[in-house]
């Protein structure tokens, strides 16, 4: 293969179709028919069929300054399974529509595949289709992804019940956390026209930021357990702004311990750097893709020992409204600053 | 309501997606569940299920000053379920991405979805979901649409046979004609600083254009007189490139006869203003969003008065090669001047 950068215009759409789909191989028995035809076929037999979809743009969600671009496509694919485990169903198909401005050669979008393809191993979904366009500026992706659950096992945002244990997987803040980081580096980086950005200490968060996880395996260990939750929802916006869906969509209230929320040590530490709260960072701060969700009170003995999940508290009547407790016992309303898609900075 | 516009981000993302998604009802007894959680829900049975995805951006798919967005609306989800159609399977529920820049008020968004739901209505499918974000410069629509199918039904573009006859709905090059029409007006406005565009006398070319219709008539027709299609594209970049994707996955070669090839006679008209050559347009012009499909010889009774199909050629074995028989009988290669996504004008 020649040194020389390939333009993607000499290559053209089905050139870099091509370049993309070469070394696509079908994993799951579901997917019949993948990537070569108009559409895909699958097959899920008697289950429910499970479908979401998310879009990402240069600039609002990401900064190829610092989000290199096989980490973006490993990202891109785990924000839009999060939502298909986030109905307790498991994630199969996916299909990845991109859209890319000039400045992009065809090793750029090998590289964002590459991190595609990458999350579809680790996660065993198969990619079975998509459609590749220019765009006037920037690189926009778009992923749908399709799953399948039983009927009984799937977790709606709505049926959340009065004293239900309100619980989170992992630890929170995190992505927030590595994205101040970087836009820090970002800046001296800038500024010093070259100067080499100092991230040691805070791989940790960095990761959380840069190639996030979307929690199977909580999936998984609820389905062992025998835990069937009563309400579920992906922690993309943060815990503020979900737990405001959640208890809305259920008409119920709650209790939430602020000294209960999950957060790491490193967090604490890079939130104390930029005299931050990491407790506000956790409720505030978006793409964690961790896990909110209620069980029912008699499986306290089912999660309370569960390593990777905190009970941070319980859910109370509709009237008795949303609030945080604090380490003293008094109690804040919840309300929500959470990490906007939409953000105005962007609009205006 | 005020009579201000409203600015997307004093409104916010749910604010947005309240505004969008207020009065979805589903019309689809395969939708269990639709807008409002982290993913929809669906149930196809025993069917197989049929999944494909299509990403428009504007200044490559689109120009706002003379696509109105209530037919862009409409012509995304068309573009959509055109492919749902390819594969003679019946599209339920599409799922709606959008990105859009600073400049797009609400009330822009909420005529881009009235298109969309007017396509939704008259097609009966249902939207289960979506995504909503802002992007640093113009509008992208991500769809991705579901549908299903018996399983002896699905129409590949890899089973076209020896002898099989080719077949394509509509009459084609319309739409190619209509952006042609629509680029010199746009030019002559630009120039005169406003002077009137005069499209008079040529409805038919630009409709073909601004408001595609997806051809479900051809694949309930098919279904009614029995014809189970042995291979079956839709035509979005123009025929000559359909014929080599459909040919070429068959693994089969073509003869295509020049004077079968259906165009209206606005086209003929139009192209004769433009000195074009018709079957040129119909050939390379993309969008037309027919169906370009082939069955056995043994069907022919059944296709040859069918008056929305014309039968254009035949299959021949792949050494035959691909060709284009002129008027006079002698043959041409057949070869793919395209519409292409990735036009190199984009790109440089």
Known sequence: MSEQKKDISQLGEFGLIDLITKDI???NETSVFGVGDDAAVLDYKNKKTILTTDILTEGVHFDLMY??????GYKAVVVSLSDVYAMNANPQQIVVSIAVSAKFTAEMIEELYEGIKLACEFYKVDLVGGDTTSSLSGLIISIAALGYADEEKITYRNGAQENDLICVSGDL????MGLQLLEREKKVFTESKGGQPDLTGFEYVLERQLKPEARYD?????NEKGIQPTSMIDISDGLSSELLHLTTNSNKGCKVHLDKIPVSQELKEAADEFQLEPTTIALNGGEDYELLFTVSL????KVKDWDKVSVIGHITSESDGKH???PDGSLVELSSMGWDGLKSEELT
Chains 1, 2 share one sequence.
């Open 298 to 301: 008699s499986d306290f003995d």
């Open 173 to 176: 803040g995190g992505a927030f």
């Open 324 to 326: 945080l407790v604090t």
């Open 25 to 27: 191989k079908l994993k």
């Open 67 to 72: 989000n290199p671009l096989k980490h973006l």
């Open 218 to 222: 909580i999936v998984d260990e609820l």
